[in-house]
Each structure stands twice: as structure tokens, then as C-alpha cells.
């Protein structure tokens, strides 16, 4: 990993200020940091100083933003990071104006998440079908991904002791650290036992790791923690494998979780709690998943799902 690229001192401040007082995780102020070096460059190129920002110069690197193609949710994110940024200028720094505050975030389309079908998510599973160390390990982490529809940070984040197979619960940390517990199914927790028996021990190493190595669930073949883009790559060759590499992502994972457990009638706040979501309207999104699965299976089943309503209205109604 590359050294961080330094920001100037406020904006240094403001990302201590979020992960100390606000409790952002480590991906989130990484993110953030890429997207204030990006407006600090802008800045710097029009010689202009963070307290001399002015609203239009703020609508004019949004604009720089979207003609450089990045996809709407960057943008939103970017334009949260430097709002956030102003915001602590005028409450930590007494700046005298917030130069955002009437500035509209970009809007991210809200598209149906992509949700495998229940035979897809059979096919996925059965894809690393050797027995080999590395199949092994890799049909641990579908399962888990599959059971729990957690994060790919959150399941690399996995230590052993989180997965606690006796009562069938797994421990993740959401975001801002945020503790929660996911039952898991028999199917996760015999692949992830036989992982922990026949596959993990052959991957440690007594050289060249950490702590955090040693501890993790899940680890790579040269004995360190499995990484995120590692993770990626283990679904991705089991979904080209499966014939599924144009529907299949970690986070498709987390979507069809979601999807299913509603299609089989959970309760929104509980599939909320489980994904780990602050608010519900969050989750709402996967109810509209449901709701088109329920109408096609109604039209497909029903015998007068197609007839028109004109006819059935000039029906009497005994």
C-alpha cells in the first residue's frame, strides 16, 4: 500500500475530527481523502484558498466532476466530503461562510438492485467444486457472503472468534464500527468448519505475518488476511465459472440476501438489523425487489391474472 497523500492541515483536522468524534471507518476517510486532494488540486490551480471559496467555484468543480464522466454516486460522495469540509471550517475554524450550503448534491438514479435468482445462487455455490485448499476456502467465503449478505469489508474484517459455529452466529463490524450479529445456516457453517479444519492450516505461515493475520477468518495462500480485492476475485472466477460473470458482484450478494429473505416473508426491520442499515428507508429498496418478484409470480400462476379489467367490470357482482 502507497503512502497517503498528504492534505493540507484542515483538511487533515476534519478527517481526524471523522474518524475520531464522528467514528468513520478507515475505508470511509480514505475515500473522502481522495476526494479532497482532488478539490484541493482544483483549489491550488485557481491559486484560492479554502476560506476563499465561494459558492460558484464549488459548482464549477462539480461540474469538472461530471464532464470527467465519474458516476453519479462519486460525485455525491465528493460533494458530501467537501460540504463536510466547509461545515467544519465555520464550527472548528470560524470560517464565515459556508460557501456549500445552498449547493445541490448530485442525485444517484436509484435503480432495483440486481438480485440473483434462488437457482443462480445454487449454481454460484457449487462452482468451486475441487478439493483443493484454495476451493475449500473459497466456498466458505460464498457461503458466508451468501448467508450473511454482509460487506466485502466486513467479511474480510472476519476474525475466527467472530464466527461462532456452537450457536450458529457470526459477528461483523458495519460501518462506524457499528457491532452486529447474523445468524448463519447449516450450509455456511459446515463449509466454513472444513475450512477451518483441512484448508486454513495449510495457509498459515510462521514468517512474515501479523497478528491480524493470524487471527483473521479468512487468509490468503501466502498466510496474510485476505484482502478486499482478493475477495473480489474469488467471486468473480466462481460467477465466470458458473456462467454467471455479468450478474455476479460481492454486493449482488448482499442484494439477493436481502431479496430473498423478503420473498420468503422476513419482516423489513429485521432484514434492516441484519444488513447492518442506520436507516430503514435504506433497506426499503429491496421491497420493491420483492414486490416485482410477487407480481410475476402472480401473473405467471394466477388463471385470470391477464384478463382485462374492462371484462371482469362488466362481471355482475353476485
Known amino acids: 500500500m502507497g503512502a497517503r497523500t498528504p492534505l493540507g492541515s484542515d483538511a487533515e483536522e476534519y478527517l481526524s475530527f471523522l474518524a475520531v468524534e464522528k467514528g468513520r471507518s478507515p475505508n470511509s476517510i480514505v475515500a473522502y481523502r481522495h476526494d479532497l486532494v482532488g ?23 462539480l461540474k469538472v466532476l461530471e464532464a470527467s464522466g465519474l458516476r453519479p ?16 471550517l465555520v464550527d472548528e475554524r470560524d470560517a464565515p461562510l459556508d460557501p456549500t450550503e445552498d449547493v445541490e448534491t448530485p442525485r444517484v438514479p436509484s435503480g432495483v438492485p440486481k438480485a440473483l435468482t434462488e437457482e443462480e445462487v445454487t449454481r454460484l ?86 497478528r491480524a493475520d493470524a487471527d483473521a477468518l479468512f487468509i490468503s495462500a501466502r498466510g496474510r488476511r485476505l484482502s478486499r480485492q482478493a475477495a473480489y476475485t474469488i467471486v468473480e472466477r466462481h460467477a465466470t465459472a458458473a456462467g ?17 429473505l423478503l420473498d420468503h416473508g422476513a419482516d423489513i426491520r429485521v432484514v434492516q438489523e441484519l444488513l447492518g442499515h442506520a436507516s430503514i428507508t435504506t433497506t426499503q429498496i429491496y421491497t420493491r425487489v420483492s414486490n416485482e418478484h410477487l407480481r410475476r409470480a402472480y401473473a405467471a400462476a394466477h388463471p385470470r391474472a391477464n384478463v382485462r379489467r374492462s371484462r371482469l367490470a362488466t362481471r355482475p357482482v353476485a
Open 73 to 88: 454516486a462519486s460525485r455525491k460522495r465528493a460533494a458530501v466530503a467537501i460540504r463536510g469540509l466547509h461545515r467544519f
Open 125 to 210: 455455490l457449487a462452482a468451486p467444486r475441487s478439493d483443493s485448499t484454495r476451493d475449500a476456502r473459497d466456498r466458505a467465503v460464498l457461503e458466508v457472503l451468501y448467508a450473511t449478505g454482509m460487506r466485502i469489508s466486513e467479511l474480510t474484517a472476519l476474525s475466527i472468534r467472530d464466527f461462532d459455529a456452537s450457536i450458529g452466529l457470526v459477528r461483523a463490524f458495519g460501518k462506524g464500527s457499528k457491532e452486529r450479529l447474523i445468524p448463519v445456516g447449516r450450509p455456511a457453517i459446515a463449509a466454513v468448519g472444513a475450512w477451518l479444519a483441512n484448508g486454513r492450516p495449510l495457509f498459515v505461515r510462521t514468517r512474515g505475518t501479523t
Open 244 to 260: 454467471l460473470a455479468e450478474k455476479v458482484s460481492p454486493h449482488v450478494l448482499r442484494h439477493t440476501f436481502a431479496t430473498h
Open 39 to 61: 478539490y484541493e488540486a482544483f483549489l491550488a490551480g485557481r491559486k484560492l484558498a479554502l476560506v476563499e471559496v465561494t459558492e460558484s467555484v464549488v459548482v464549477d468543480y
